[in-house]
């Protein structure tokens, strides 16, 4: 299960905008007047199928509600869910049944390119794909983005038919939408698309700045870095005082690990608490003392009696500077509002680094007791006291922490959620699965605890089915998640069914660029025969993250 990103994050031009397909929705609640009313039965049943992670059966139950209440709002849920269970058949009915009820618009003209898509009918999905890209206004192409991204069976499928609109001159005359779909052909890893839609880009945008991140962005992918750079360069001078300009530039940097690039272009023009921030992590990423302690000096100098937020800095920068005394210095001295209780977080996790523990420990305590602090603070105060009894490798401790956090917080998910992780580190899965289920009695629609469990069953018991419900329930909700459509496509694999869940694999893996997921790809491609396909992907997680979990065990399995 991909854990969030820890990385440094920036505004990037050419970002993928993927817009959910099928977002989730509450079932409706029928009044005596309203003609859902004579569904009511196969309605409910249908609710509670989609609670239970039974798509199957959800699908079929919403198709017989919508043809029992004549009601388009129910004909169009009944395709959404057919669509998601990948049930073609009944999907192909309830979108009949959408349509001679009147239904109209993107969302439908969607649905019908993504059952085509499905069906192998490229050339019926290009005409529905069409009408969304000649949509008036930004929603339609944005819809096409995502039917592409997330309805086509594979990469190579979804290449075809961006290859045939781009060909057919259908993408909208506009910057943005050239960018998302040159990044759409960046992440399905097809040069040769992302070539010719560079240079249509530049015929049609000339002089636009944006449209060289992109060139940038697939000289990178084609591994030519140092031309990557070399227009970089240029694009910076360009940029003047645009900071969204720089930050895009320097994510370009970021991604090549040219950490000290990208925090050079930020430090050109106006500088705010936002920008010095993104440059100290910068710095803290290339494990750059000494230009942080640079950066660290200017800072302060600048800094006349500085506010609580730069004085959370200036302790941050010190704290990883391990100048520990005076990390402490700025944190105590940050005088109140929200900083504060960010301060006082900070100061005890400093006092550890200072092998000053009870004094750390103490600290914790009372700001667990502080009845002025918010409850996200005295909450947070039992996570950290409880990691900080982990890095002391004292387990009695950290799982106390735990306990009187929920003495506090009774049930509290994210208290239940750490400690459900931690018992899954040590391999006691019962108990990792009694604190989720813990979590899913109280908020049976967390998708996190949801996405979780599914993927602990399926990835350390042999409880596929049960976890494939769960997953199916997180996926209902967030159907373009990437940890979670990583987890679907993985419970597939443990029950054997390896090329589906390729495909599920590989879309996740185009959504975030994860260790973990790229692991994923890399042991089912292994255990298909395309061993040397398997180590290109085990190479881009080691990229990622040497020390991934999901990385260390496919490799002893596979032997790669």
Same mark, same amino acid.
């Given at each position: 299960?991909?854990?969030?990103?820890?990385? &440094?994050?920036?505004?990037?031009?050419?970002?993928?905008?993927?817009?959910?397909?099928?977002?989730?929705?509450?079932?409706?609640?029928?009044?005596?007047?309203?003609?859902?009313?004579?569904?009511?039965?196969?309605?409910?049943?249908?609710?509670?199928?989609?609670?239970?992670?039974?798509?199957?059966?959800?699908?079929?139950?919403?198709?017989?509600?919508?043809?029992?209440?004549?009601?388009?709002?129910?004909?169009?849920?009944?395709?959404?869910?057919?669509?998601?269970?990948?049930?073609?058949?009944?999907?192909?009915?309830?979108?009949?049944?959408?349509?001679?009820?009147?239904?109209?618009?993107?969302?439908?003209?969607?649905?019908?390119?993504?059952?085509?898509?499905?069906?192998?009918?490229?050339?019926?999905?290009?005409?529905?794909?069409?009408?969304?890209?000649?949509?008036?206004?930004?929603?339609?192409? *944005?819809?096409?983005?995502?039917?592409?991204?997330?309805?086509?069976?594979?990469?190579?499928?979804?290449?075809?038919?961006?290859?045939?609109?781009?060909?057919?001159?259908?993408?909208?005359?506009?910057?943005?939408?050239?960018?998302?779909?040159?990044?759409?052909?960046?992440?399905?890893?097809?040069?040769?698309?992302?070539?010719?839609?560079?240079?249509?880009?530049?015929?049609?945008?000339?002089?636009?700045?944006?449209?060289?991140?992109?060139?940038?962005?697939?000289?990178?992918?084609?591994?030519?870095?140092?031309?990557?750079?070399? &227009?970089?360069?240029?694009?910076?001078?360009?940029?003047?005082?645009?900071?969204?300009?720089?930050?895009?530039?320097?994510?370009?940097?970021?991604?090549?690990?040219?950490?000290?690039?990208?925090?050079?272009?930020?430090?050109?023009?106006?500088?705010?608490?936002?920008?010095?921030?993104?440059?100290?992590?910068?710095?803290?990423?290339?494990?750059?003392?000494?230009?942080?302690?640079?950066?660290?000096?200017?800072?302060?100098?600048?800094?006349?009696?500085?506010?609580?937020?730069?004085?959370?800095?200036?302790?941050?920068?010190?704290?990883?500077?391990?100048?520990?005394?005076?990390?402490?210095?700025?944190?105590?001295?940050?005088?109140?509002?929200?900083?504060?209780?960010? $301060?006082?977080?900070?100061?005890?996790?400093?006092?550890?680094?200072?092998?000053?523990?009870?004094?750390?420990?103490?600290?914790?305590?009372? &700001?667990?007791?502080?009845?002025?602090?918010?409850?996200? $603070?005295? *909450?947070?105060?039992?996570?950290?006291?409880?990691?900080?009894?982990?890095?002391?490798?004292?387990?009695?401790?950290?799982?106390?922490?735990?306990?009187?956090?929920?003495?506090?917080?009774?049930?509290?998910?994210?208290?239940?959620?750490?400690?459900?992780?931690?018992?899954?580190?040590?391999?006691?899965?019962?108990?990792?699965?009694?604190?989720?289920?813990?979590?899913?009695?109280?908020?049976?629609?967390?998708?996190?605890?949801?996405?979780?469990?599914?993927?602990?069953?399926?990835?350390?018991?042999?409880?596929?089915?049960?976890?494939?419900?769960?997953?199916?329930?997180?996926?209902?909700?967030?159907?373009?998640?990437?940890?979670?459509?990583?987890?679907?496509?993985?419970?597939?694999?443990?029950?054997?069914?390896?090329?589906?869940?390729?495909?599920?694999?590989?879309?996740?893996?185009?959504?975030?660029?994860?260790?973990?997921? $790229?692991?994923?790809?890399?042991?089912?491609?292994?255990?298909?025969?395309?061993?040397?396909?398997?180590?290109?992907?085990?190479?881009?997680?080691?990229?990622?993250?040497?020390?991934? *979990?999901?990385?260390?065990?496919?490799?002893?399995?596979?032997?790669?």
């Amino acid at each position: 299960m991909p854990a969030a990103s820890r990385t &440094l994050c920036f505004a990037v031009v050419a970002a993928l905008a993927f817009t959910p397909l099928f977002a989730a929705e509450k079932a409706p609640s029928p009044s005596p007047d309203d003609p859902t009313g004579a569904s009511l039965e196969s309605l409910l049943t249908g609710e509670f199928a989609l609670q239970s992670g039974r798509l199957d059966d959800a699908a079929q139950a919403y198709l017989d509600a919508a043809r029992q209440a004549d009601d388009v709002a129910l004909a169009e849920r009944a395709t959404r869910i057919a669509l998601l269970a990948k049930d073609d058949k009944r999907a192909a009915q309830a979108l009949e049944l959408w349509r001679r009820q009147g239904g109209e618009g993107l969302n439908l003209a969607a649905a019908e390119a993504v059952l085509a898509i499905r069906r192998g009918n490229e050339r019926e999905a290009r005409k529905h794909l069409t009408e969304l890209l000649q949509a008036p206004g930004d929603a339609g192409w *944005r819809q096409a983005l995502g039917v592409l991204s997330g309805g086509a069976r594979d990469p190579k499928q979804a290449a075809r038919l961006l290859d045939k609109l781009v060909d057919g001159g259908r993408i909208p005359d506009k910057l943005q939408a050239w960018l998302a779909f040159g990044g759409l052909a960046q992440a399905l890893e097809q040069p040769a698309l992302v070539e010719r839609i560079v240079a249509e880009v530049v015929e049609r945008f000339p002089g636009e700045a944006r449209v060289g991140l992109l060139r940038a962005s697939q000289l990178r992918e084609s591994g030519k870095n140092d031309e990557a750079r070399e &227009l970089l360069e240029s694009l910076a001078a360009q940029a003047g005082n645009d900071m969204e300009l720089r930050r895009a530039i320097a994510d370009e940097y970021h991604r090549m690990a040219d950490y000290g690039a990208a925090e050079a272009v930020l430090a050109k023009g106006p500088q705010d608490d936002q920008s010095y921030s993104l440059r100290a992590a910068l710095l803290a990423q290339a494990e750059d003392k000494t230009s942080l302690a640079r950066l660290y000096d200017e800072l302060r100098a600048r800094s006349n009696d500085p506010d609580p937020q730069r004085r959370l800095l200036l302790g941050q920068i010190a704290e990883f500077l391990e100048r520990y005394d005076e990390a402490l210095t700025w944190y105590r001295g940050v005088p109140g509002g929200g900083q504060r209780w960010s $301060a006082r977080l900070r100061a005890a996790n400093v006092l550890h680094e200072l092998k000053r523990g009870d004094e750390a420990y103490k600290s914790l305590r009372e &700001l667990q007791a502080d009845a002025a602090a918010d409850e996200e $603070a005295r *909450r947070d105060a039992y996570l950290l006291e409880a990691s900080l009894r982990d890095k002391d490798k004292d387990p009695a401790g950290e799982m106390e922490a735990f306990a009187r956090g929920l003495a506090a917080f009774p049930d509290d998910p994210e208290i239940l959620y750490a400690r459900g992780l931690s018992w899954e580190r040590r391999d006691d899965i019962p108990r990792a699965e009694a604190d989720l289920r813990k979590i899913l009695v109280a908020e049976p629609d967390n998708v996190a605890a949801l996405n979780a469990l599914g993927y602990t069953l399926a990835d350390r018991t042999t409880r596929y089915q049960e976890a494939l419900q769960l997953i199916e329930r997180a996926r209902t909700a967030e159907p373009d998640n990437a940890a979670i459509i990583d987890s679907y496509g993985w419970v597939l694999y443990r029950m054997g069914r390896k090329e589906e869940a390729l495909v599920e694999l590989r879309r996740a893996l185009t959504l975030q660029k994860d260790a973990e997921i $790229a692991s994923h790809v890399g042991e089912v491609l292994w255990s298909l025969g395309r061993k040397d396909e398997a180590r290109k992907y085990f190479e881009q997680a080691r990229k990622i993250d040497p020390d991934n *979990r999901a990385l260390k065990r496919a490799l002893e399995k596979t032997g790669a």
